[in-house]
C-alpha cells in the first residue's frame, strides 16, 4: 500500500500572523469604542450645562432687569448660582429656587451682569452665564434682557 502524505493544514507561522491580525482588529475595535464612549460623556456633560443655563436665564427672564443687579458703567458685576447639590448662598434669588439634576453631573454658574451702552438703554441688562464643571468652563451664553412684558 502507499501512503498519502497530505499537507493540508495551517503551518505554525500561518496561524501566529493570523492571531498577531486578529489582535491588532480587536485593538483598533477597543480604541474606537472608548473614545465613542468619552464622546458620549462629553455630549452629556455639556447638554446638562445647557439644560442648566437654559433653566437660570428662564429664571432671570422673570425678573424685572431693574431688579437685577446694576453695575457702574465701564464695570460689570459677577454672582454664583451654586452647584445643584450645594447649599444656598447670598446669590442664590439669581438662580431658579429648584434646579433638578438634567444628568447626574453638578453645575456652578457665573453670571456676569454689565451695561452695553450701545445697544442697552433703560430697563435692560447685558448678561454673561458661565456654567462651570469641576473648575472647567463647559458652555457660556451672552445675551441682553429687555423688561418681559
Do not use: W
Amino acid at each position: 500500500m502507499r501512503r498519502i502524505e497530505s499537507n493540508s493544514g495551517f503551518s505554525l507561522v500561518e496561524v501566529i500572523v493570523a492571531l498577531v491580525v486578529i489582535t491588532v482588529g480587536l485593538a483598533f475595535l477597543s480604541l474606537l469604542f472608548t473614545q465613542q464612549r468619552l464622546n458620549t460623556i462629553n455630549s452629556e456633560v455639556r447638554t446638562g450645562a445647557v439644560v442648566f443655563s437654559q433653566r437660570i436665564l428662564d429664571h432671570l427672564r422673570q425678573k424685572d432687569p431693574n431688579n437685577l443687579p446694576k453695575p457702574p458703567i465701564n464695570q460689570s458685576i459677577t454672582k454664583q448660582c451654586p452647584p445643584i447639590d450645594s447649599a444656598p448662598q447670598e446669590d442664590i434669588d439669581l438662580c431658579p429656587p429648584a434646579i433638578t439634576n438634567y444628568t447626574s453631573y453638578s453645575y456652578q454658574a457665573n453670571i456676569t451682569f454689565s451695561e452695553d451702552q450701545t445697544s442697552c438703554k433703560d430697563n435692560c441688562r447685558k448678561i454673561k452665564l458661565e456654567v462651570i464643571r469641576d473648575a472647567v468652563k463647559i458652555y457660556t451664553v451672552e445675551t441682553i434682557y429687555t423688561k418681559f412684558e
